[in-house]
């Protein structure tokens, strides 16, 4: 059997994807695996696309285009992967995107409902959060840096740009790894589950988000000064922001460099 010595991540048409490619390729043991981006029809291609796949992840954006190109023979074969000891990561869209049903902006114009065809988690997946910012409209204004509560790492601030909250199914085995703090009942905000002998992590935050990337962007904003609170306020918790992301690369099968934050949190 081929060695798996590969991390995935889809950048087709609804995928945001820039931020987060640096972010993993940061955190990730180059002598160990290689970043792969993939676009729909490298995961329809004949043959097994997977044969070398460590873990796919699956970013923000919009999910209905990933809908739109995987639903059906596409999905399947993630199930599969996954199901044969892959690691899926899905984050904001991505994570809208695994789980059984979705309720985007419920009641609103542009309202995005229904169950989704992947289908990897026994939950229903309910956003944009309207307690941690405005409706998410793609600019900054409906961002926000919101309190996370994560056992074992604390109470620290991420990057939450429309995202959801997990309503798991009654008797779901599914894990809760975090919670947003500033929600009434606070939900959880991170999940995790096996599916056969894989494992699944859907994140409704921004983890790959760091302060100093936003930052750097700023000036290339036409309203760019009046975010600049919210990229001080992600990087006064840098650290705990990066172990969490760490911790769910490493719970989706990618194999990190070493970091001194890890040994000091231990």
Known sequence: MMERDQVAVYIDEGAVFEDLLREIAREMDHDRARLRPILAEDILAAGNPW?????????????SPYCAALNGEGNDRIRAFVAGGGGYLG?????YYACREIAFHAGRADAVV????????????IGSLSALAPPYDRTLASAAAVRLDWPGLGVFRGHYHGGPRFEIDPGAAIT?????????????AVVQASLGQGVVVACGVHLEQCGASLE???????????????????????TPRRRAFRQILALCRVPLKPWAGDRAAA
């Open 216 to 238: 750097a962007r700023l000036p290339s904003l036409g309203d760019g000064e009046a975010h600049r609170g919210l990229a001080r306020a992600l990087s006064s918790d840098e």
């Open 176 to 188: 809760v790894l975090a919670r947003f703090g500033d929600v009434p009942g606070c939900p959880p």
């Open 114 to 125: 229904g169950r989704r065809d992947l289908s990897l988690l026994a939950a229903r997946a």
């Open 91 to 95: 984050i904001c869209a991505g994570a």
């Open 51 to 63: 044969e070398r796949t460590l873990s796919l992840i699956v970013p923000g954006g919009a999910d």
